[in-house]
């Protein structure tokens, strides 16, 4: 979620005892992945939340100064509606619900009530700790702060219902990201790395490991500088059409990928 840019390598490393992925992790399904499509993203976008919606991609961006809420034509990367976030705030994850657009914040415990529509703040909400990604089951609001714990919201008054703890062959999954709800399962990716969790809402069980490694290819990476490109973050899904996107903070590119399983894969 945050600013530290990390290394391919060390994108692709094995997370150890804290309940990370690992490459070689047994007992829990490894799946790769098929690129259906190709599309254009703001290589100027720190991706923090994005989900999908009648054509168009909705689209948090963070850091300080840079944050921002938008809406993005999905096949050229034209951003048509923009609101930026005050200079203060770093922008987390997204959320529709009915006519509203929640946004987090990172650690200053605010976030924003948005006309959907037009992007006009209408009010802010309090909450307490990190906020890092948001999706919904249609029902709650899910939302993550870089723990193991997953937080469950009333859409309505926005007050916290519970927490689960996600676990991977029983270790705690730290550094849970930008979250998308997918065919009943919560989507996670998993700061500095290029894994994406598939987690199971009744248990907080991963019950699946989706190895997005070698996504974006060096020739679409810059390894220094202002623009320099980071971490794979963003899931959005477009549940008419079964699709699937992907893209990272200051990636040049967004993914329509298929999930398959790897050689052995359940």
Sequence with gaps: MRFLIVAVALAACACGPSGGPSSGASGIPEYGYQVVHTYPHDRTAFTEGLFYLDGFLY??????????????????????????????????GIIRWKDKLYQMTYTTEV??????ATFQVKSEFKYPGEGWAFTTDGK????????????????????????MTVTAEGQPVKN???????????YANI?????????????????????????L?????????????????????????DRL?????????????????KSGGQ
């Excluded at 096949?75 to 705030?89: A, I």
């Excluded at 609001?141 to 870089?146: F, P």
């Excluded at 849970?176 to 919560?186: F, T, Y």
């Excluded at 500095?192 to 996504?215: F, Y």
């Design 140 to 163: 709650r609001i899910i939302m993550d702060d870089g723990s193991p714990q997953l937080r469950f919201w009333d859409p309505e008054t926005l007050q916290e219902l519970g927490r």
């Design 245 to 261: 996107f992907v893209t990272g903070k200051r990636w040049p590119k967004l993914f329509e990928i298929k999930v398959v399983k």
């Design 59 to 92: 689209e948090s961006t963070g850091l300080e100064g840079q944050s921002s809420v938008r809406k993005v034509k999905l096949e050229t990367g034209e951003v048509v509606q923009k609101h930026d976030v005050p200079g203060q705030y770093f922008g987390e």
């Design 111 to 116: 976030g924003f009530v948005y006309d959907f």
């Design 191 to 215: 700061w500095e790395t290029d894994k994406i969790a598939r987690i199971d809402p009744a248990s907080g069980k991963v019950v699946g490991w989706i190895d997005l490694t070698g996504l």
């Design 217 to 241: 290819t060096p020739a679409d990476r810059i390894d220094s500088g202002p623009m320099q490109t980071d971490v794979l973050n963003g899931i959005a899904y477009d549940a008419a059409h």
């Design 176 to 186: 849970l990201n930008e979250l998308e709800w997918v065919k009943g399962e919560i």
